[in-house]
């Protein structure tokens, strides 16, 4: 729920991911994670409440969002030989570091 919302930028220092929380906790059922598409509206009609803005102009901001950025430090190797990589990937790219069964069969 906040990813979505920063994801399309609707939060700022008037509407903060602590609002968000606030309104995703009052719109679930207890006890659930999850939200259904109509509380999802009911929610979406709470931030521009609190925002005070319409309606439309949340939807065009959620509409208009591409999704949240996933940035990695570290590129997927072009070939699987010899290509150097640091962070975690390391450990799948290069069999030098398998351990266990998947080394020894």
């Not at 190797?77 to 398998?98: C, H, I, Q, V």
Request: a positive charge.
């Amino acid at each position: 729920w906040v990813k979505c919302l920063k994801a399309a930028r609707l939060l700022d220092g008037q509407f903060k991911s602590s609002d968000a929380d606030i309104i995703f906790a009052k719109r679930k059922a207890k006890g659930m994670r999850r939200i259904s598409f109509d509380e999802f509206c009911d929610c979406l009609g709470d931030v521009a409440d609190k925002k005070g803005v319409e309606l439309e102009i949340v939807l065009r901001f959620i509409c208009d969002a591409r999704g949240p950025d996933y940035e990695s430090g570290s590129a997927c190797p072009s070939t699987l030989s010899g290509a150097s990589t640091s962070g975690p990937e390391r450990f799948y790219y290069d069999k030098n570091t398998y351990t266990g069964t998947h080394k020894k069969g």
